[in-house]
């Protein structure tokens, strides 16, 4: 097993996702497959690679610091769940 | 017991770019809420960021500003968490690979100057706002800060008590304002600090167990919450007790640090490389020519002003506090030679009447210039010492040429020896005792007779000519 029930609650609590006993088990086996899998990589030699963070090979990509329109109001709120006035409203956050 | 203190900052600092660092979307403080957002940083799906060259740039000065090395390769990364401030569930930030490491800044420590490292300095997005005061059932969000370019500058845990912890922040913020990168306004969040805290033994050799120490929004809660908080760690450990590795928010009315509970669960951000966002790897000639024009910079000036106008160290520090101070004294220093002089004038009366007004130099109603022709007409002796300070204050006021103000007001010194010697004779003859005090070796006779006739002459008397006159005929 590359990967415990207990791993995939962790992963779980941190993307915010709430899974039944079944789904646990059943996510841990299709995880666990994938892991394995994925684990054959394991078999090359990388000591010379350098890591990739990018398969293109670009660089130094900008813009110009310049203001461009952004959206209206109204467009700005208009998927929100709740808003008020010109606020997205969300359940009360409290610090501390 | 004694114990070390160790003391690592993390300071944010808002870039002064038009536009936020990922889109067009404009980064000016104050619009209405949730009115400077697009699809980009709004976090809209299949939006594809493009990276603002502009804050390369000054994140590049900076770099250059603290002795840091440019990193040849550098590239963004997706630091994942949940927060209604932060729309698309992850900060575009740097983790490995940042743009800059291991430069440092040079404080002036108790002991004498001390260098402090700078472990990285990186770049990274703004998060919005929540909004909760007046709010029932929830609480508000405006995301027009989202998106804002920022640069984290991380010291080394070299900072060895809460004074020095200040010093460090005062340079940085001087040097952030010299270079022009950032407003560096603490009270608006445009510059910001996190202290990491903890106490050892003087012999222990690895660190103790630390306190990250956030919401300290001016330099004396930088210092008094450092103070509290290595109090509050010493009582612990004396008193046998463990130091939790924590988050504490600093009460500026309590005064006091407090546990923030709702962030006690352990942070695991899940960093990995940003596809939408191409290696950064800024060509050696773009560095070199942001090098050749970066400004002089506090430190440097600071050694100029002492060398070029011969100030006490004192004054150069001062004067060299804001890159708008120094250039003001500058400009006046350059209409009136006199160095020290202007170095009193505006570290004196000036800087009063600025502070009284809560008023910065850049709004300051007196030209430099203007204040130089004060400080000729007084040294030409139009004007006495005393009634300079009358004209400074119509000035301050109104705004008008010192010339202009002596006119109107007649106030021009009277120099003219018969018309101070008639006001003389009668303040001598006013006042017998007084003479006779001082032909019995009182001194203080005459300070009080120069005082009356001063007065009688509405300060414009020349007060070596009273002087001078008092003393041949008193003796007479």
Not at chain 2, 99 to 118: C, S
Request: glycine share 6%; charged share 25%.
């Amino acid at each position: 097993m590359a990967i415990t029930t207990k791993e995939v609650e962790y992963v779980a609590r941190l993307a915010r996702l709430r899974l039944s006993e079944d789904e646990k088990e059943r996510i841990t086996q299709q995880l666990d497959q994938t892991l394995d899998y994925v684990q054959q990589l394991n078999q090359l030699d990388t000591k010379d690679v350098p890591p990739t963070s990018h398969v293109l090979e670009l660089k130094n990509v900008w813009r110009e610091d310049q203001v461009q329109p952004s959206l209206p109001l109204t467009e700005t709120l208009a998927n929100a769940p709740q808003s008020k006035d010109e606020f997205f409203v969300v359940p009360k956050v409290i610090e501390g | 017991m004694s114990y070390q203190t160790v003391i690592g900052l993390e300071v944010h600092a808002q870039l002064l770019t038009n536009s936020k660092m990922f889109c067009g979307c404009s980064t000016k403080f104050g619009q209405q809420p949730n009115s400077s957002a697009c699809p980009v940083c709004l976090g809209m799906p299949g939006v594809l960021p493009v990276m603002n060259a502009k804050a390369v740039e000054l994140a590049l000065k900076v770099a250059l500003a603290t002795n840091c090395r440019i990193a040849p390769h550098s590239i963004m990364a997706r630091k994942n968490y949940f927060y209604p401030d932060l729309p698309k569930a992850y900060q575009i930030s740097q983790f490995e690979l940042p743009l800059a490491e291991k430069g440092w800044l040079e404080i002036e420590a108790a002991a004498g100057p001390k260098k402090i490292g700078i472990t990285r300095i990186h770049m990274e997005e703004d998060a919005g706002k929540l909004l909760h005061e007046g709010v029932q059932n929830g609480s508000h969000v405006d995301l027009n800060r989202c998106g804002t370019p920022l640069i984290e500058i991380v010291s080394e845990p070299e900072i060895s008590s809460p004074e020095e912890a200040k010093l460090y922040m005062q340079k940085l913020r001087d040097i952030l304002d010299y270079l022009e990168v950032c407003d560096c306004n603490m009270e608006e969040g445009s510059l910001r600090c996190d202290a990491n805290i903890s106490l050892k033994k003087p012999e222990a050799k690895s660190l103790g167990t630390k306190a990250e120490i956030k919401n300290m929004n001016s330099f004396r809660f930088l210092q008094r919450a450092l103070e509290y908080e290595e109090k509050r760690q010493a009582a612990e450990l004396e008193a046998g007790g463990k130091i939790i590795q924590e988050t504490r928010l600093w009460d500026s009315n309590r005064g006091i640090t407090v546990s923030m509970r709702s962030k006690e669960e352990a942070h695991d951000y899940r960093y990995f490389p940003e596809p939408d966002l191409v290696p950064i790897e800024p060509d050696p000639a773009w560095v070199e020519q942001i090098g050749s024009v970066l400004p002089e910079l506090p430190d440097a000036k600071k050694q100029r002003f002492i060398a070029q106008y011969g100030l006490p160290d004192y004054d150069a520090q001062l004067l060299t506090g804001s890159r708008a101070l120094a250039d003001y004294y500058e400009r006046c220093a350059a209409k009136f030679s006199d160095y020290k002089q202007v170095s009193n004038w505006v570290m004196g009366d000036l800087a009063y009447h600025l502070k009284q007004d809560n008023r910065g130099i850049v709004n300051c109603p007196i030209s430099p210039e203007n204040l130089a022709q004060l400080l000729d007409l007084m040294k030409r002796n139009v004007i006495s010492g005393k009634i300079a300070k009358t004209v400074f204050e119509e000035m301050y006021a109104g705004g008008k040429e010192p010339q202009v103000i002596v006119k109107e007001k007649g106030l021009q010194q009277v120099a003219d020896e018969s018309a101070i010697e008639k006001i003389v004779d009668g303040i001598i003859a006013g006042n017998p005792q007084a003479k006779i005090d001082f032909q019995a070796g009182k001194q203080h006779a005459l300070g009080f007779l120069v005082g009356q006739v001063m007065k009688a002459s509405k300060g414009k008397a020349n007060p070596q000519m009273v002087n001078k006159l008092l003393q041949e005929k008193l003796k007479a």
